[in-house]
């Protein structure tokens, strides 16, 4: 059974720095497609960032630079660095992993507030 928890969100102020984490058990990750979401109330869930299978990068146009999505096979671990953190930003953020079927964590909540 696939399994997947974050970790690290939290309360940041404007142009601070987070880094999520999330934990995929009964499952590899090496070859697989993996990344993040995030979702704010009363919106659809949208794209944030995505390693491919092959390990090419994707981001979404709001990133710019700011944010690292990277991932640690032997540890079974995607990670997303956020910095230049932004009020916008605010949001329950999800980590994926494909494998046959997208399977999705609780998310975790990252708010960005002075």
């Known amino acids: 059974q696939v399994e997947v928890v974050e970790s690290g969100g939290g309360l940041v102020q404007p142009g601070g720095s987070l880094r999520l984490s999330c934990v995929v058990s009964g499952t590899t990750i090496d070859s697989r497609f993996v990344g993040w979401y995030r979702q704010t109330p009363g919106k659809q869930r949208e794209f944030v960032a995505s390693i491919s299978n092959g390990g090419v990068v994707e981001y979404a146009g709001f990133v710019k630079e700011r944010f690292i999505v990277s991932k640690d096979n032997a540890k079974s671990t995607i990670h997303l660095q956020m910095n230049s953190l932004k009020p916008e930003d605010t949001a329950v953020y999800f980590c994926?992993?494909?494998?046959?079927?997208?399977?999705w964590g609780q998310g975790t909540q990252v708010t960005v507030s002075s």
């Open positions: 994926y992993v494909v494998n046959g079927r997208w399977y």
